[in-house]
């Protein structure tokens, strides 16, 4: 059985839901928790916006296409999903990260994106 590490938020405090619909998360349950077997560290709750989906397709990661085959109906501009958290310091890096929500960010996402980083992008 695999074993979710604790779910705090970047804050400190405790994860709160990102998104159930579309159901995100690397557990499907909504938050971005996290574990060892999550290589990809979906950890970073984020607000899509056309811009950032038009970036994640042009660098190989399609997520506004739908994929019944797996249950993804694909995500749409104001849509939530927790994003991993290479991709939104890569989107960071070339001016186009989305909104963040900091309090249903995982504190794992801090390995990888400097909590500064996370503070330009954070929404309300």
């Known amino acids: 059985m695999v074993e979710k590490d604790d ?18 998360g690397f ?7 996290t574990c060892a077997q999550d290589h990809g560290s979906h950890t970073v ?5 056309a811009e950032f989906l038009a970036f994640s397709k042009y660098v190989g ?7 019944p085959e797996f249950g993804f109906k694909g ?9 991993c958290a290479s991709r939104f310091l ?4 070339e001016g186009c990260a989305p909104k963040v929500r900091l309090d249903a ?9 400097p909590l ?9």
């Open 7 to 24: 779910s705090r938020n970047v804050l400190g405090g405790d994860l709160v839901l990102c998104s159930s619909d579309p159901l995100t």
């Open 27 to 33: 557990f499907r349950d909504g938050h971005c928790n």
């Open 45 to 49: 709750c984020a607000l899509m916006t």
């Open 61 to 67: 990661n399609d997520l506004s296409t739908p994929r």
């Open 75 to 83: 995500l749409a501009p104001g849509d939530r999903w927790c994003l």
């Open 90 to 93: 890569q989107a960071h890096d």
């Open 105 to 113: 960010t995982h504190q794992r996402a801090l390995e990888i994106v």
């Open 116 to 124: 500064a980083v996370l503070q330009e992008h954070a929404s309300g």
